[in-house]
DNA sequence: TTCTTAAATATGAATGATTCTTATTTAATA
DNA sequence: TATTAAATAAGAATCATTCATATTTAAGAA
């Protein structure tokens, strides 16, 4: 998950912007919309621009702090962990989990070591698992 | 593939822009978006709809003759095969294609069969299997 | 600490894909 | 052939996102 530490690293300016929307990624879950973001950050911080928001995530997104994550109406999301992982989608309730296996993920690419797509040269492989959350 | 009978069998009525819509799948590859599919109809129907094109892919997409497919960018993508199937995509020349495997399915399957996911419940899965094409 | 400067931000206008509204037309059927 | 619900054309409206610009600021240098 996205943090200080790993904003520091990137050599990027550390704003009060910029640590407002780590936190709204620390403290909303499933995956918020930019204008979640925003509208979390204004609790604090009334006056950060929604323009200065997309800058950031765009920025975020290049430095391999977070990821976009799209959606089936269009609008997109934003997942504060970057590292390789799945999601699970309930398409009722629009929430959105990560799910991280690394039993799965080998299972996967020792299937595709022997059995390889004509024309293609796989670099990654991600699920989308569609279901329904229990809780 | 969407095509003449499915159409028919739901119920829906045939019109000139219907058949058109479906010709524009068969002909063009690679996912179209709404708006490329109004350029390929206005080559014999220049007076087609925009809006037209819209509520029919929504409508299609309602009787599951085809999907919606999003991508990164966030505009939408439209393949005209329902059954399932998972993608094939290159980042860099943004093309997609369909990607069949049953065997590869049974194996998932069967994995998820005796590995629960806690608190969700699987519907079915798709693989985004990311990568690039060789040709 | 103060200065310097490139980078970051706020604001609001612009864009572009998609949706909506309304009047008109048409496919299906009786 | 007449009827009618459904479909279409046209263009206005919406909404997320991007862009342009003037202002402010973080971080390193002096």
Do not use: W
């Not at 269009?74 to 699970?88: F, K």
């Amino acid at each position: 998950m996205i943090n200080l530490d790993k904003l520091k690293s990137t050599g990027l300016k550390v704003t009060p912007q910029r640590l407002a929307v780590i936190e709204a990624f620390v403290e909303l879950k499933n995956h918020p919309t930019a204008e979640e973001i925003v509208g979390f950050i204004r609790q604090k911080h009334p006056n950060i621009g929604v323009g200065t928001v997309y800058h950031i995530l765009e920025i975020f997104e290049e430095k391999k702090l977070i990821k976009k994550v799209k959606t089936e109406n269009g609008t997109m999301r934003y997942d504060g962990l970057y590292e390789h992982h799945h999601h699970l989608y309930c398409e009722e309730s629009n929430r959105i989990e990560d799910y991280i296996d690394d039993e799965l993920d080998d299972l996967i690419i020792k299937y595709f070591k022997n059995k390889k797509i004509e024309n293609f040269k796989i670099e990654d492989i991600k699920l989308q698992i569609n279901g329904k959350f229990i809780d």
